[in-house]
C-alpha cells in the first residue's frame, strides 16, 4: 500500500463515518527495548455485532513522510501477507482473541531500531472504518561498558577508554575521585540500523593516585579506573611461559644449525691449504698462483659456541689448525718467514719493510705482490703466527695480537660473494651477512689469498666491501698486475711487493 491510498482511505471513511464508528490509539508512544517485543493496541466501537463479520479488515501501516511499509494485514479473518514488507516477515502478528472485544493489537518481536516511527492503525467492520496512529520509539540501553588501559607513548601518560553499544548516540561524563569533571574525546560509530559503538577515552598521568569514573550519561552505566592499582603489569605466568618457549626455540635452532652443518660436512669438503713451497723448500713453485687446491675432506669439530662472538676467535684457531702443515712443509715453511721473507719484503719503492708491515692498519688495505705462490705462503704464516700465537717461529718478527678474527678466503676457488665465501670457507655457514659485516672491524683481518679479478660477482663484493668497511684490516695478496681494478678502487692502500730473488742484505 502506498501513500496516496492512506490519503484516499482519509478521505473516505473519515467525514462519513467516524461519527458511527471510530478507532482510539492505546497509547500515543511506545517506548520498547532493542531485541525485546511490543504490543501496541487500538480500540474500535462499536465492536463487531456478528462474531463472524465477513467485512472485517485491519491494517498496520509505518510510515514516515517518504516512505509507507505494510506491517499487517487481515481480510475477512485470513492474514494477507501479500503485500507485507520483508523487514516484518515473521515477526508480527495480530492477538485475534481481542477482535471481540473491540480492540486490535499488533505484537512486534525482535525489536530493531529502525522498527521505530509512526504506526498507523486502520479497522473496517460492517458497521464502518476509520485509523488513528501511534508513536514507537526503540532504544537500547548501553548496558556493559567495557575498560581499557593503554600506556600512552612516552612518558608517565596512560591512555583511559570506556566502551560501549546503545541507541540513540549517547554522551560520555568523566569524572575524577574528587568528582571534578574531565574532558573526553568521545567518538561514535553507527553503522546504518545498528547499535551506536560509543569510544571515550580521557590521558591521565600514571603516577598521580586517583579513581576515574566514565558514565554513559543516557543509561547511567559506568566503570571506574583506580590509578595506579589498575595499570597492566607483565604477568609472571605469561613470563615463565616466554622462558619455557625461548629455551624451546633456541633447542630446536641448536639441533637445526647441527643438521645443516653435517649436511654442510657431507656434501662439501674443506681443502687442505697447501704450502706452495717447492721440494728443495727455498723459492716457490711457479705454477701455483692459480691452482686449485684439491680437497682433502677433513673433519671438523663443531662448537656450538662459535655462534657466540666471544667465542669465534677460539673458533677460528679451531679451524685453521685442523689444516697442519705437514711435518715436512713445516720447517721450510717456517725458514722462509724467519730467514727468507724479511729480506725479500720491500715497498712499492723497493725499500725493505719488517714482516710486521703485512699486518695492514686499522681501515688499511694491503696489496702484496709477488710471484706466483708467494702470497699463498705469506698468507699461510700470518694464518699460523695468528694460530699459535707465541710460540710461533716468527712470532718475535710479526706481532698479531691486536687481532682478534682472521679470515682468510682462497681466492682461487670463490663461487659466490665475498660474505657467502667467508661463511662458507670458515664454516661459518649460520652467521648472516649483516652479523659478518659488524665482527669484520679493526680487530679483524681479512686475507684475500691469491685474488685475480674476472669472477664479476665477487669482485662487486669485494669492492662494495672495501668500499663500505668499517676499520677492517684487509691484505690483498696477488700476482701483480691481477687486481687493476681493486688498484684503483682503493685509496687508503699501500703496496709491498715480494722480490723474485733474495736481495742483498
Ligand atoms: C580521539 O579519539 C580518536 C579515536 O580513538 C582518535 O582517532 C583521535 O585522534 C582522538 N583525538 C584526540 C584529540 O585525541
Ligand atoms: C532495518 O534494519 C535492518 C537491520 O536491522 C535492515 O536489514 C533493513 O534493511 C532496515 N530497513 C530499512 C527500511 O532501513
Ligand atoms: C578509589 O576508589 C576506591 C574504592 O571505591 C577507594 O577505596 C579509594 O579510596 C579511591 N581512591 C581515590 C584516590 O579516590
Redesign the pocket.
Known sequence: MDWAVIVVLNVMFQPSLSVLFTVEAERTVYESKFGEDVVMGCRFQPKLSNPHDADLKVTWHWFTST?V?DVYRMENWKENSAFQDP?YLGRVMLLTDELRDGWSKLKISRL???DSGTYQCLVQTGEGADYKTTTLSVVAPYKSVTKHIEKAAGGDELLLSCQSEGYPESPVMWQDGQLKTLNPNTTAVTPP??LVKVTSQIRVRSSAKNNYTCIFTKDGSSATFQIPDEIPVPQKKNDALIVVLSIGVIMVAIIVAMLFYRRQKGCRGHSTRKLLVDGRGKSVSVAACLAKNKGNDEEITIFNECCMEEHLGAFLKDHYSNFPLSTEVRPHCEAFAAEELPHRLQTNEGQPVSLQALLPEAGEVVFLEGPPGSGKTTANILVSSWTEGPTHAVSKLLNLSTVRFLFTVDCSRVKGDLFQEIKMQHSLMQKTGDELRTLLTSEALLVLDGYREGNNFFDESVRNFLMEREGCRVLVTSCPGQCPILNDTVVTGRTLQIQNKVGRS
Do not use: C
Open positions: 516512505l511499509r523487514d530493531r531500531i529502525n540500523q545498528q
